[in-house]
């Protein structure tokens, strides 16, 4: 099969609708719920936790690996049947830890309930925010492998212009998850701090992507391997993306106030949205400086990468402001309850803003990152956290009837001695991540590098394996092969607490 070929497979796809993405969006969710479940009803059972380092393995890669590979290629058509066979799993499985409960035995549910509502979280952290990072990154390693099989739905592909497909929402939502801890929402109010060593230093800290960006775009014209220009330029990929939107946004941070993240979002998006609808450059983005899909020029190569830019830098303040909602002073359940309450209703009013724009303005592309793409991408961003909230809320309230009872990155009860302990949205420091091993702390741990390892075994296999015409068997081997192989990496570097992090 020549890279031509594999190139068009990719190419001239129109994504699918927001009520197929807004459904399928829960089953990441219902994953981590079945897993923490599960160790529940283990503990149990057999009055202990799970201790095995191979059983832990093969309970994360089977619960929280299998089922988004499969939903994603061969079950993709039965997805909502998928969602509800997990759905009815996860309730069955809360029903008999209630009935199994150790903790408020005899007690009345109105009173299990009103004690659950006003029991304090641990503050040091929001496992929430680990969990949609490394998600995130595991569903995106996933999709940039399966997208090359024909049981990868073309509908859920990158879109070519316009349009909504899963990959699109892929690539904004790791903007989403990188801002929402980024160092300027983790800074300790009222700190002192020079601004000009601090923007060195936050600039200093993106050359790994700049590394990674430059050493793409090197092994990709080495190799000759087939390249979607359209999608970011010649030159462009998506790591020089991250790495721009990092410094600028350091930038507009160290000029303005981190609290007003948000009005800085909304000028870039609607400003930005102005020159795209009453000034020549769309049609430069989409069709060149001739009108001919000219690629003359490293600008005019790669002007949909540059020019993207701003779009995904709007999204990126709006998830500043996000962080920072997050890390208000908060530890009753009850409090996190309206939070999930505070984020659906923004969630609604995000998809009628959205329904306005696409009517009245333009429709949603991800290759220009206009405005509608920019509140497609906080509004489903919001929606995928809260999902995550509700899965660990649900863990939490299990651990609340089992005496004993825990799981790896999931909320413990608050301690006497932490109620001091500084806020963070997520660990920091290696001794804060739970010596337990587990999946997500192991991808956590080394998320830059799994990334980089997913992306090298993807070329990889596309250079061995005629990728468009394997048959089912045959493609889900050789996924499930290649996310064992990424997560097994993962887990012995966790395993012997080595962090491949030296900058």
Known sequence: MSQKQKEEFISNLNGTTLLEISIGLPLASLCLLSRGLLLIFYFLCYGKPLQSMVGHFLLDFTILVVPPVLSCTILAPVLPWVM????VFCVSLVLIIYNRRTNYVRVPPKQII???????LEPEYIPSITVFRVFVNVLTSISILAVDFPQYPRRYAKTETYGTGVMDFGVGSFVFGNAVVCPEVRLKPGTAQHKVSYLARQFFAVWPLLLLGFGRVMSIKAIDYYEHVS???VHWNFFFTLAVVRMAASFLLAVFPVRRAWLIAATLAVVYEGFLSFTPLKMFILHGSDGQDSRDGFFNANREGIFSVIGYLAVYMASVQVGLYLLKRRSL????LGVIGSFLIAVFLLFICLHVTQTHIDTVSRRMANLSFCVWVIAH???LFSCFLVADLVLVFGKFLVAGASIPCSWNFMQPAAASKKRDPEPQDRKTVPRRLCMISAVNKNQLLYFLLANVLTGFVNMVVD????????AMFVLHLYMFTNCLVMYLLQARNIILKWW
């Open 84 to 87: 509800l066979s997990i759905t």
């Open 114 to 120: 009103s004690d659950f509502l006003r029991t304090s």
């Open 231 to 233: 999608e970011y330029g």
């Open 333 to 336: 359940v009850r409090d996190w």
């Open 381 to 383: 961003g919001l929606l």
């Open 467 to 474: 990728t468009i015409h394997s048959n089912a068997f045959w």
